[in-house]
């Protein structure tokens, strides 16, 4: 039996995908499928960005406000629940409409081994912990370097793949030696000799990109973080602290309902014993800065891989769809032509088995791969490049992954700007804050400050929205900052706290 259809909206936060599926939903009989794991948390629904139901039309949401906030929900969860919803959708004589989301989720649910799967008993995510010996968890839970460098030791040819500053990643493929007592590579080569033989679609997949250009988007998510905490949003992160406080000890913000955009950042306004309006100010400053970010990333991804995955369909000639189209969702007043009727258009061909419409409209074909960064992803790309000229903020050789990437950074501004500097040196300012001051959330003064470490005030927390992690240790950090952002930096950083004292080798602004 051939693949059944499915329709997948993907996008940043904030560009309309909701709005989207439901006019799909009504045209084409469809069902939405959740895919944003912080939707998955009860209530809250402004600050997770629910569709409201006045607005749903009568479109049935799935997987999706039925998690209580101190279960954590997690991928294999999400895989059964959808998988099982796409079937009874199909059961209905309807297509189910996969909205989301979170990059990882939609990977597992639609692309056959995108997620490596360690153990087929291993249903939860929680259990590894149970499984890991003492002495493998203080590995995983020690410093980047460690945990790269025993990577570096039990795979090398995996360590080529991740930069030393991936942490997360690094760390995963650490876990997954540990727990199936094979290398990670392995478990790769497995999966790129099933990929180079045959779709990795499970479904006839039709993909829509909904994307708006940056500036626009930026300054629309600012306006909508404003308008959300208008409109119940504050209220809503109220709840959460009210919840929160009560648990002891303290939930991590990296963990479940807790990673809510939102709720971090108004932590130390909330835990505050004298709030401030600037505190607060500077709260609402945080929130829009890592809507930003996040947006950012959801990009990255959609660009960098799901895009790159997709477009290796072309070469089994699609036979389970997965072309990806992209959407202008830039000028709202084009909505109706740019986004719904040109995804109507779409649909239908889809639906008849037909593609005749560009997949990028004009102007905007840049945003998909070429068949060159296709071949990217290769093994014999996993090593790593140095670049002689350009250097971290920290001062650490530059390190690109494969020749790809090594080809990109050499056209890059940041490339081009250094070559042209020629030998004078750049200067990267350093500072190093306490974000867990910022934040409130870890019960552990920062190694790297001499306890116990103090507060940082508000204004300055603004800063951290300027600048960008080089390297963080538990729970100290070391930014950096680029030229332009840096006449606003010491202006918001240019009176020292004499009550911070920052060990040896760090000042509160240093020059190297
Ligand atoms: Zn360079």
Known sequence: MPPKNVIVIVGTTGVGKSQFSIELAKRYNGEIINADSMQMYRDIPVITNKHPLDEREGIPHHVMNHTNWDEEYFIHRFEKEAREK???????????????????????????????????????????ATRLTEQQKQILNGSPDLVYDTLAKEDPKIAGKFHPNDTRRVKRALEIIYLTNKKTSDHYSSQQEVSSQQSSLKFNTLFFWVYADKPVLDKRLDTRVDSMLKTGGMQEIKDLYSHYKTLTPLPDCERGVWQVIGFKEFLPWLTSS???????????????????????????????????????????????????????????????????????????????????????????????????????????????????????????????????????????????????????????????????????????????????????????????????????????????????????LLLLLAIPDPTLTFPEGFNFLTRF
């Not at 990059?103 to 995108?114: E, I």
Request: with cysteine; glycine share 6%.
């Open 86 to 128: 796409i079937q009874e959708i199909h059961e209905r004589g309807k297509i189910p409409i996969v909205v989301g989301g979170t990059h990882y989720y939609l990977n597992s649910l639609l692309l056959k081994d995108k997620t490596i799967k360690t153990n087929e008993n291993m249903e939860e995510e929680q259990d590894s």
């Open 274 to 488: 004298e709030p401030t309006d600037s505190q607060l100010h500077s709260s609402v400053e945080s929130m829009k800065a890592r809507t930003r970010q996040y947006a950012k990333k959801q990009i990255k991804w959609i660009k960098g891989s799901l895009a790159v995955d997709l477009q290796r369909e072309s070469k089994f000639g699609y036979p389970n769809g997965g072309r990806l189209y992209v959407l202008n969702a830039t000028d709202l007043e084009q909505w109706q032509s740019n986004v719904f009727e040109r995804g109507s258009e779409i649909t239908e061909e889809f639906l008849d088995d037909k593609s005749t419409i560009p997949q990028a409209p004009l102007g905007l074909e840049e945003l998909l791969p070429s068949t060159e960064d296709v071949k990217a992803d290769k093994e014999s790309e996993w090593k790593h490049i140095e670049c002689d000229i350009c250097r971290n903020s920290d001062d650490s050789k530059l390190i690109l992954i494969g020749e790809q990437q090594y080809k990109i950074h050499l056209s890059s501004k940041r490339h081009r700007s250094n070559l042209n500097r020629g030998k004078r040196k750049r200067e990267p300012l350093y500072f190093v804050i306490n974000p867990s001051r910022l934040t409130s959330v870890s019960n552990n003064p920062p190694p790297l400050m001499q306890p116990p470490g103090q507060a940082i005030t508000s204004t300055k927390s603004q800063a951290v929205g300027l600048a960008t992690t080089t390297a963080s240790s538990g729970g100290c950090s070391v930014f950096s900052v680029d030229l332009p952002a840096m006449p606003l």
